[in-house]
């Protein structure tokens, strides 16, 4: 079943979301300053092949 433009928009904010947060724990943890707040989708694919 195809997915609709708005799962598509969705499922991307859902996703971009959960690595910002992510981002932000493990930096937290770290006390790193964040580089990218905004990671395109090929990080993203990345960072979770990863996890």
């Known amino acids: ?3 609709t433009a708005e799962q598509l928009i969705q499922n991307a904010k859902s996703r971009i979301q959960e690595v910002s ?3 932000l724990f493990e930096a937290m943890q ?3 300053p964040i ?3 905004f990671l395109c ?4 694919h990345s960072i979770k092949q990863n996890n």
Do not use: D, G, I, T
């Open 1 to 3: 079943m195809m997915k």
């Open 21 to 23: 947060v992510n981002e």
């Open 30 to 32: 770290n006390h790193q």
């Open 35 to 37: 580089a990218q707040p």
């Open 41 to 44: 989708q090929q990080h993203v």
